[in-house]
């Protein structure tokens, strides 16, 4: 393995960034809201249900998603609240915003992910769906992927407090010796 000091010093530099994703989740949490088309009424009808939780934490979603996440709540707020209420909406899962959640979840910047995917129905952008799962499973990000697990979720005690998920170490992973 080589262990020059420029080496060293770039591991170095990558173990930080990893720690860096050590983090507390903090009380208001930063909650991703995805749903392919054929879920979105399931996800919006969970969002009016639960909107008087989720109005107290950052929402983030993709494209249309966020849009229509943003209305539904809306329409139960009173007007004065509804003004200071948004959605922050990526581009559409397609154009790129699964990619765009998936860096956000590699930069410690999502607590949740509520995806509501749709098992029968194949996507042009599968690879895409499978590295956001992929990328909320490394990263440790509490997924629910249907809505009794949302539910059990929204409702956790822990989602209003502060709390320090456990993160693997993969500095081994990246340090290890590469032939070429």
């Known amino acids: 393995m080589n262990t020059g000091p420029y080496f060293l010093k770039i591991l170095n530099f990558v173990k930080c960034r990893l720690l860096e994703g050590a983090r507390i989740m903090e009380e208001i949490k930063r909650i991703a809201l995805v749903a392919h088309d054929n879920r979105k009424k399931d996800l919006i009808e969970w ?101 009794s697990t949302a539910d059990f979720m929204i409702s956790s005690p822990l989602l209003n407090s502060e709390y320090e998920p456990m993160l693997k170490d993969y500095s081994r992973y990246i340090g290890r010796d590469i032939q070429y």
């Open 47 to 147: 969002a009016e249900w639960n909107y008087d939780v989720l109005i107290h934490h950052k929402l983030i979603s993709t494209g249309t998603t966020g849009r229509l996440v943003e209305e539904a709540i809306k329409k139960r707020l009173k007007a004065k609240d509804a003004n200071n209420f948004e959605v922050m909406k990526l581009k559409s899962g397609p154009l790129g915003g699964d990619q765009q959640l998936g860096a956000l979840i590699a930069d410690g910047k999502i607590d949740l992910l509520i995806f509501l995917w749709d098992p029968m129905q194949p996507q042009p952008h599968d690879v895409d769906v499978k590295a956001l799962l992929r990328i909320s499973v490394l990263y440790n990000i509490p997924t629910a992927c249907n809505r």
